[in-house]
Nanobody, 116 residues
Framework: QVQLVESGGGSVQPGGSLTLSCVASDFYFSGAVLSWYRQAPGRERELVASIASTGGSTTYSDSVKNRFTIFRDNPKRTVYLQMTSLKPEDTAVYFC?????????WGRGTQVTVSS
């Protein structure tokens, strides 16, 4: 069974930075499309960023463009989300998602709180 485990969340002041990590169990990681989603209280889960299996193509939501960077390390089976210039509205639980051969796998999430 594929497992995804996120880490790196925490509390940070506005303007600060955090880097999230998501480590996958042993599966065909390099072939998966990887994404980060987030869900704030009372809101639907939303896509933050995605990266293609080759790592050459990335997409970002408008709200995080030019502040967040998604990247992957296939040998380590890890995908990262580097977050800079954090704002209070970035507060949410952040989830990692992997899509492979029409199957979707989710992690349990890590909390990010941006507050002064």
């Amino acid at each position: 069974q594929v497992q995804l485990v996120e880490s790196g969340g925490g509390s940070v002041q506005p303007g600060g930075s955090l880097t999230l990590s998501c480590v996958a169990s042993d599966f065909y990681f390099s072939g998966a499309v990887l994404s980060w989603y987030r869900q704030a209280p009372g809101r639907e889960r939303e896509l933050v960023a995605s990266i293609a299996s080759t790592g050459g193509s990335t997409t970002y939501s408008d709200s995080v463009k030019n502040r967040f960077t998604i990247f992957r390390d296939n040998p380590k089976r890890t995908v990262y989300l580097q977050m800079t210039s954090l704002k209070p509205e970035d507060t949410a639980v952040y989830f990692c998602k992997a899509e492979l051969f029409l199957r979707v796998y989710w992690g349990r999430g890590t909390q990010v709180t941006v507050s002064s």
